[in-house]
């Protein structure tokens, strides 16, 4: 089993910075992917940045490409996630997900293809 933990939401103006961050423990060596989703009200649950942990390679959505930036801190087992330049459209909930290695994959950026989730930190931009 594998425990996310995200922390560093918070409400921002528009243009404004954020970093989150997600901690994970437990069982982190049997995880290979990891990355953030986000939920809105109404809206599915959509993925925003995921990272590969055994290469450091990213992969973005494109409403946040040269916004955003997914990093990781391998010592420390956390996954972090600077927004920049951020606008009401980023408003959600933003939750932390990783992939046990050997679960059913649909593609990176596929909430299906994580199994573990923490549970969500809110990020709210005003205008």
């Known amino acids: 089993q594998v425990q996310l933990v995200e922390s560093g939401g918070g409400s921002v103006q528009a243009g404004g910075f954020l970093r989150l961050s997600c901690a994970a423990s437990?069982?982190?060596?049997?995880?290979?992917?990891m990355g953030w989703f986000r939920q809105a009200l109404e809206n599915e649950r959509e993925a925003v940045a995921v990272i590969y942990t055994p290469t450091g390679s990213t992969t973005y959505v494109d409403s946040v490409k040269g916004r955003f930036t997914i990093s990781q801190d391998n010592a420390a087992n956390t996954v972090y996630l600077e927004m920049n330049n951020l606008k009401p459209g980023d408003t959600a909930v933003y939750y932390c997900?990783?992939?046990?290695?050997?679960?059913?994959?649909?593609?990176?950026?596929?909430?299906?293809?994580?199994?573990?989730w923490g549970q969500g930190t809110q990020v709210t931009i005003s205008s």
């Open positions: 437990g069982n982190t060596a049997s995880t290979d992917w």
């Open positions: 997900a990783a992939r046990r290695t050997g679960h059913s994959y649909f593609g990176s950026l596929r909430r299906e293809s994580y199994n573990y």
